[in-house]
């Protein structure tokens, strides 16, 4: 599976970004999608994840903040991430994982992984 993230940039504190993650390669709706994040100097954790059956998983971070959705006729999955604050400033990643029972939270369970797209946001 391929992954290409998109739609970071930089916003101020409490805007809005919706992030996307396409898929191509494999059939997408066999795969859990999960998303995460490294900020500098930071080990990279995770915020959210969505089942194959579409069940929603989030860190305590982000929780009531960000919404996690995919479409599985575009091979798409997104992160909605409204009110957002400094500390969320990171790189973020797209990964698919194939397996689990439910979407792991541990990022060396996931098979596949995107490059990364930028989120800054300024206070």
């Known amino acids: 599976v391929q992954l290409q993230a998109s739609g970071g940039g930089l916003v101020q504190a409490g805007r809005s970004l919706r992030l996307s993650c396409g898929a191509s390669g494999r059939t997408f709706g066999d795969y859990h999608m999960g998303w995460f994040r490294q900020a500098p100097g930071k080990e990279r954790e995770f915020v959210s994840a969505i089942s194959r059956s579409g069940a929603t998983t989030f860190a305590d971070s982000v929780k009531g903040r960000f919404t996690i959705s995919r479409d599985n006729d575009k091979n798409t999955v997104y992160l909605q991430m409204n009110s957002l604050k400094p500390e969320d400033t990171a790189v973020y990643y797209c990964?698919?994982?194939?397996?689990?029972?439910?979407?792991?939270?541990?990022?060396?369970?996931?098979?596949?992984w995107g490059q990364g797209t930028k989120v800054t946001v300024s206070s």
């Open positions: 990964a698919a994982e194939y397996g689990s029972f439910f979407p792991p939270r541990d990022a060396r369970k996931y098979d596949y």
